[in-house]
């Protein structure tokens, strides 16, 4: 046996073989790999390249196609990141450039770069208004049925196809079911109110019955077999105050978002928060068609993680603890943080946003809105009011992490009968 020396690095009580000290000029394997860690760090910091994909470009796809290209991480290469968001550019597309986007997501697809080719055309399909016809040919041919809300503007030939499909294809029956859910025209609702009428045989192998895929894409069969949106088609997003200098807040805004309420809550004792304000007499709200002064959707933020807090509501901005509402299973106790200090103050912006902006959350875009589809997090999660029972419309979301960096999202919603509020909240 050999004996052991002393590692060398000061103030280390560590010990080795003469071999390791060899090899290490003297010092153990952890002072060893710290150093090399350390010499590792200084390399790249020293060699560490910025490098502008976009210097020279002023093309808009082009721009694009290279935001939606896999890159690379290297860690000598610091990326410039563009001034603009995907989403902004999306917007300033004209009809020749989403087509040539749309173009270039076929060929992705042709090359079985699938990922890529459906970003693409899931921008298109939330961030514009185009309707994308070789996207979905494309898929179709491929038999790609999801990210189902692609489907969401497919004209009558392809409805045709999907409704025969969810006959004949079992593998992809619930794709196919959730496309055409997104589909949601007429035929789609007469077939849906069929299926309900007299479920097909295949029906019972589903995890819930045909008509309701619909809840997916916002909608319901009402008692009539006739449809029932679960949300309003108009949308204002909220933006940032200090993103947003254009906007001058001469006016107070339509709503306003996260703010400490004078209650607390029965079941943690912490305090409620008024999510949103609504100031039905705007005319911004005519559109929710609540005849009265004032709407606060409230909750408790700490609670709501847990489970749906209701409140019972009236036109005139009063609010309270409902009686309808139950402990959920698991509530841990109040941690005692005080949220609201890190959170960035949001205006309701006055230019309308696309319906299904924030729709598709995989695309990452500020979620904080009015009205609009919800952008669910995990599955669809309308609440039914639990004093009529009618599922309740989604009337806003507040999204944390544009709020605070923080997860998850807070959805609210109305059962205007009843004056009954809700709030859900989803995270990954
Ligand atoms: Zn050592
Ligand atoms: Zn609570
Ligand atoms: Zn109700």
């Given at each position: 046996m050999s004996e052991r020396l002393p590692c060398q690095t000061p103030g280390c009580t560590g010990t080795i073989l003469p071999a390791t000290a060899l090899k290490t000029g003297g010092i153990c394997m952890p002072c060893y790999q710290q150093k090399k860690a350390l010499e590792h760090q200084a390399y790249i910091e020293q060699n560490r390249k910025e490098v502008n994909r976009?210097?020279?470009?002023?093309d808009p796809v082009e721009i694009l196609k290279i935001m939606h290209s896999p890159r690379r991480h290297d860690p000598l290469i610091q990326e410039v990141p563009y001034p603009r968001t995907a989403q902004e550019i999306y917007h300033g597309l004209t009809k020749e450039e989403r087509d040539r986007m749309e173009s270039y997501a076929v060929d992705l697809l042709e090359e079985e770069d699938t990922d890529q080719a459906e970003m693409i055309l899931l921008s298109l399909a939330c961030f514009t208004r185009g309707e994308i016809k070789l996207g979905l040919e494309a898929f179709m041919r491929e038999e790609i049925y999801h990210?189902?809300?692609?489907?969401?503007?497919?004209g009558v030939e392809i409805r045709s196809q999907l409704i025969e499909k969810v006959e004949s294809d079992p593998a992809n029956r619930n794709h196919l079911l959730l496309a055409l859910a997104w589909i949601g025209d007429e035929a789609v609702v007469r077939q849906f109110a069929v299926w309900r009428e007299s479920p097909p045989e295949?029906?019972?192998?589903?995890?819930?019955?045909?008509?309701?895929?619909a809840r997916f894409a916002g909608w319901e069969l009402d008692e009539e077999g006739g449809q029932r949106w679960l949300f309003h088609r108009e949308c204002y997003p909220f933006k940032i105050s200090a993103e947003d200098s254009?906007?001058?807040?001469a006016t107070p805004a339509a709503v306003t978002v996260l703010q400490a309420g004078m209650q607390s809550c029965p079941w943690c004792g912490g305090g409620l928060t008024e999510l949103f304000d609504f100031d039905?007499?705007?005319?911004?709200?005519?559109?929710?068609?609540?005849?009265?002064?004032r709407l606060r959707i409230a909750a408790c933020m700490h609670c709501n993680c847990y489970g749906t807090v209701y409140m019972k509501a009236d036109l005139e901005g009063r609010y309270s603890w409902s009686e309808y509402n139950v402990v959920p299973e698991y509530l841990p106790e109040h941690?005692?943080?005080?949220?609201?200090?890190d959170w960035r103050e949001m205006r309701l912006s006055e230019q309308p946003a696309g319906?299904?902006?924030?729709?598709?959350?995989?695309?990452?875009?500020p979620a904080s809105q009015i009205g609009g589809h919800p952008a669910w997090i995990q599955d669809a999660d309308y609440p039914a009011?639990?004093?009529?029972a009618r599922t309740m419309t989604f009337v806003a979301q507040a999204d944390m992490g544009q709020v605070a960096d923080d997860e998850g999202i807070y959805y609210a919603f109305v059962c205007r009968e009843c004056l009954i509020t809700a709030v859900n909240y989803q995270q990954t």
């Open positions: 976009y210097a020279g470009i002023n990210p189902s809300i692609l489907y969401k503007d497919a295949w029906a019972s192998a589903l995890y819930q019955p045909p008509e309701a895929y254009t906007e001058a807040p039905l007499q705007h005319p911004q709200l005519e559109f929710m068609k609540l005849p009265g002064k941690g005692g943080g005080t949220y609201e200090a319906t299904y902006e924030s729709a598709e959350w995989t695309l990452e875009a009011c639990p004093c009529c």
